[in-house]
């Protein structure tokens, strides 16, 4: 059997932000769940969870978190003699780091277990980001005092210790590939022993105590009730807030705005034009994002590099040695795309699905797929982070959030866009000042009611892909 580990991302959902207006981590809520070796602690975190009812949910097992065993313990362990319910049987330093991310909203990799070869699988794991709600079950849940430390709700599932036994002889056979005698020794020698000497004094620590498990509907709803409450009091209302800044005159110093030649201005002119066909559109949008991407060039470090001409001289050049990579803030930051590949012909792209919550006009975080440099943990790698237009520079800051969720370091991003407000320059300079944004040009005004940019060009995704409405 291999480790549980669920992670609920609910149709048409996406997570609101997870960070203040200065770009900190706000962090998740988590629960913890524990009890005795089946006493029902994994199905009543899925009770909770489907009570709940809101995106971006991780079940995380403690299961996840057994130690490799080496030959000699291998040994002891196919002969049902390995005490697995003992605390040392887990890798509570790689337990509590997972924990710490998840709860700073960062991207976790969580190990998979084999309970049939006693070891992780190897190259595999489950990768994880971005929770609302972390539910952590175990048996040793309330055990660690760091980790509890970490836990916003304690739980305790307070089972009859013959259902429990019950229970493991059935999931133990079915799913682990025991034997019936193999359990039973199993239970005898360690798990009874290990429940009245480190699961059941852990009781205390709880916040709450459900009897019977899962039997025990009306103190679960309740529970998921608390854990409503508790959500809903964290829910942030940021978007409008930065609509009614008043940013300084000056830009900031890490923004950098092209000069405004009759190139710029010429292209401008067209793209704003509302009698623009959209063959047009598109051709002069594709030339402005050459022309910005072609500029954000000039912010990465060169070498100097010597060659040879054909005519057998030498020049002192330069070479461009970081690798590229382009994150794209869907949907209209992919209109950047063709840009990015004319200018760097291998560029590698991922894409962030960011929208906006019709009901509050949050951002909403619902897909991230990043470029397999960022997972290699390349040093020399910088990201061109593309959207077509910062207003509030609400959605800018998530897209930002997330890439230093990923372990991009805050100087290697780039944010590039085709038109900006003030107001979202001044938020993501005063969040992140050490991410470098260019943009072509600077709108003056930016309704504080519609959240359109003044005199702006309309909504620029409809206007490149064709979509708009009569």
């Known amino acids: 059997m291999k480790s549980k580990l669920t992670h609920h991302v609910l149709a048409g959902e996406g997570r609101p932000p997870w960070y203040r207006s200065d770009g900190q981590n706000c962090d998740c809520y988590v629960v913890g769940i524990a009890g005795g070796s089946a006493s029902g602690k994994t199905s009543v975190a899925q009770r909770i969870i489907k009570n709940l009812n809101v995106p971006w949910v ?10 490799d065993l080496n030959d000699e313990e291998l040994e002891i362990a196919h002969r049902n003699d390995w005490d697995f319910d003992s605390p040392n049987s887990y890798d509570y330093d790689l337990l509590l780091e997972t924990i710490t991310k998840l709860k700073e909203g960062k991207k976790v990799d969580v190990p998979i277990y084999d309970f049939e070869t006693h070891k992780r699988v190897p190259n595999k794991h489950n990768t994880v980001y971005g929770a609302n709600v972390v539910i952590f079950e175990g048996i040793f849940g309330l055990y660690d005092k760091k980790v509890l430390e970490m836990l916003d709700l304690k739980v305790f599932v307070d089972t009859d210790v013959d259902i429990c036994l019950a229970r493991r002889i059935k999931r133990d056979v079915a799913e682990r590939g025991f034997d019936v005698s193999g359990v039973l020794k199993l239970y005898q020698r360690f798990v009874k022993p290990s429940y009245d000497n480190y699961v059941y004094p852990t009781k205390k620590s709880a916040d709450v105590v459900i009897p019977r ?18 959500l809903q009091e964290r829910k942030m209302q940021s978007r409008w807030d930065m609509a009614r800044i ?75 040695r970081p690798h590229i990579g382009g994150v794209s803030i869907l949907r209209a930051g ?22 906006t919550d019709p009901s509050n006009g949050e951002p ?33 800051l998530m897209a930002i959030r997330v890439l230093l969720d990923h372990d991009v370091p805050e100087d290697r991003i780039i944010f590039l866009s085709f038109l900006a407000a003030p107001q979202g320059l001044y938020t993501i300079s005063n969040a992140f000042p ?20 003044e005199p702006g060009l309309g909504n620029f995704g409809d206007r490149y892909f064709g979509t708009e409405t009569d």
């Open 334 to 355: 992919g209109t950047m795309e063709i840009g990015l590949r004319r200018v760097i012909r291998d560029a590698i792209i991922g894409k962030i699905l960011i929208q």
């Open 58 to 67: 991780v079940l995380l097992s403690m299961d996840s978190f057994y130690r």
């Open 213 to 230: 498990g899962l039997e025990n509907l009306v103190a679960i709803d309740l529970l998921t009730k608390h854990i409503q409450r508790q």
């Open 434 to 453: 050490k991410v470098k944004i260019v943009t072509s040009y600077v709108d003056p005004v930016l309704n504080a009611n519609t959240l359109f940019l």
């Open 246 to 320: 008043n940013p300084p005159e000056e830009l900031p110093s890490n923004v950098i705005v092209l000069e405004k030649t009759k190139q710029i201005m010429g292209l401008h002119t067209i793209i704003r034009d509302i009698s623009t066909s959209r063959h047009d559109f598109i051709f002069y949008a594709d030339r402005l994002a050459t022309l910005v991407i072609e500029r954000a060039l000039n912010e990465l470090p060169y070498e100097d590099h010597l060659v040879t001409t054909p005519t057998g001289k030498t020049v002192h050049g330069l070479d461009l």
């Open 364 to 396: 909403q975080l619902h897909y991230c797929k990043l470029p397999p440099s960022l997972q290699n943990k390349q040093d020399d790698t910088f990201i061109f982070l593309m959207d077509a237009v910062v207003g509030t520079g609400a959605a800018g």
